[in-house]
């Protein structure tokens, strides 16, 4: 590594287990080595269109042109909370992260009426790290579930977390996901044990997956 680069990974605290150097390899051996072992950039890469710089994150952004890239490539390695949360009134479940206090995080959620509803409770959270990715792959075992065109407002980012399925449906997925995929759990809460009113709800397949 060049002082040039050096400095630029010690200025934006890039750790050097999360870097890898990209010579005399092809852009999809590049992309394999940095899935498998879980690393966010890559120097010695092709040069950037705009400015020739060699430092590229997972998805080929240039992280010296645009350096936001570096903190969201840094945030999907966090640890933090996946949570099960439940609405009565809508009957939905909701799966989402959190590296706050989840508690305070359900708070939100009801002060900004997501899914329009403000009686979220949340039921369960697991405490991992990745949990960006944890996140993601469970919501995607449940996509089937979905709750479409739910909006609440302008931030509408979190609609697509929604899902009508019961508690144990959810549970069990996020299990499964865990014992697959061999995911320590640093931490388990259990915020509702009379959770029967939470296995009431269906589990309605969206008609896309049937
Ligand atoms: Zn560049």
């Known amino acids: 590594m060049d002082t040039n680069l050096l400095d630029f990974l010690e200025y934006h605290k890039i750790d050097k287990s999360d870097i890898m150097d990209a010579k005399g390899l092809s852009i999809t051996e590049i992309k394999n080595k940095m899935k498998t072992n879980n690393i966010l950039f890559a120097y010695n890469t092709t040069p950037c269109e705009k400015s020739g710089h060699t430092i590229r994150d997972r998805h080929s952004h ?21 949570y099960i949360a439940g609405s009565i009134i809508k009957n939905y479940i909701k799966i989402g992260m959190t590296t706050e206090d989840p508690i305070k995080r359900i708070g939100k959620l009801n002060s900004r009426k997501v899914g329009n509803t403000n009686d979220w409770i949340v039921i369960k959270a697991i405490k991992c790290d990745h949990v960006n ?8 075992a449940l996509q089937k579930y979905k709750v479409e065109g739910e909006y609440y407002g302008d931030e509408s980012i979190e609609s697509v977390e929604i899902f009508r399925c019961k508690y144990n449906k959810a549970l ?6 865990f014992r697959d995929k061999q995911i ?6 259990t915020y509702l044990f009379n959770i029967e009113k939470y296995n009431n709800f269906r589990n309605i397949v969206n008609p896309k997956y049937l």
Do not use: L
């Not at 069990?172 to 996901?177: A, C, F, Q, S």
């Open 62 to 82: 240039c992280i010296v042109c645009n350096t936001a890239h570096i903190a969201f490539m840094k945030r999907t390695k966090a640890t933090g909370y996946v």
């Open 133 to 140: 990715m944890v996140e993601i792959d469970i919501q995607k």
């Open 172 to 177: 069990e997925t996020v299990e499964n996901y």
């Open 184 to 189: 320590n759990k640093k931490e388990e809460k």
